[in-house]
């Protein structure tokens, strides 16, 4: 009971904006947030992968830029469109990224309950080779060509992304459309994880290498390209 209590208070305190800047500042878990913090109120931010908005939250409550999410996940798209429905700024949409439009499988992590749970949604994804999702457990996606998506803007400040080994898809486009874009912020599968030192997802070892010498190559590494974790 006395945790149930202390989550509900740590929930509702977090509804207050001053407090949730406060977190950001002495929470560590929140540091690697500030790769963001380059970004102002007129700012244009893409959020590919958006799960419940947590980099979304955070780049809304420094600047109230114009942020545009996208998320296919059911359960996490409705959590995101419900906390989100009264922000002016932002506009949230039901589809998955991809190098296509089109209607794609869309795998669940092997423990998900269903497509309306959020404990294992951050998981679930476009690659049937993933190691940690079920080929069984299976919803179909609506899916939306990058291109898509940046012939919309004139300029773009920040694109996020975070969709579990499909970002090998859409990459290619990215770079072709470096000009239009001041900064990517990518996690990539694949590559070794700065915490356990162990390669995530051996799988598209060869998809990250590739990649990596791409961007190293066009000198975008570390620079116009965050490879974040």
């Known amino acids: ?25 002495i929470r560590p878990g929140y540091k690697k947030y500030q790769v963001f913090d380059f970004l102002s109120k007129d700012s244009i931010f893409i959020d590919i992968g958006a799960n419940i908005g947590e980099v979304t939250d955070y780049v809304n409550d420094k600047t109230s830029c114009k942020i545009y999410c996208y998320e296919p996940h059911p359960g996490a798209f409705n959590y995101l469109e419900n906390k989100l429905k009264n922000k002016n700024n932002i506009f949230i949409f039901n589809y998955a990224v991809s190098d296509k439009n089109s209607e794609q ?29 079920s080929q069984e457990k299976k919803i179909t996606v609506k899916s939306i060509h990058i291109n898509d998506i940046l012939k919309k803007f004139k300029k773009i400040d920040c694109i996020k992304i975070d969709i579990e ?48 010498s791409v961007l190293k190559k066009e000198n975008l590494y570390n620079d116009w390209f965050i490879d974040w974790e």
């Open 105 to 133: 499988n869309f795998y669940l992590h092997r423990e998900s309950l269903n497509s309306a749970e959020l404990k294992y949604s951050q998981a679930s994804s476009l690659e049937s080779d993933k190691e940690n999702i």
């Open 1 to 25: 009971m006395f945790n149930i209590i202390k989550n509900a208070v740590k929930n509702n305190l977090k509804k207050f904006k001053f407090i949730r800047l406060l977190l950001y500042k």
């Open 165 to 212: 080994g499909h970002e090998y898809k859409i990459l290619p486009f990215l770079i072709e459309n470096k000009n239009l874009i001041k900064r990517v912020v990518c996690e990539l599968h694949g590559g070794k994880s700065k915490f356990t030192q162990k390669i995530k997802n051996p799988k598209y070892k060869p998809k990250y290498d590739h990649i990596i």
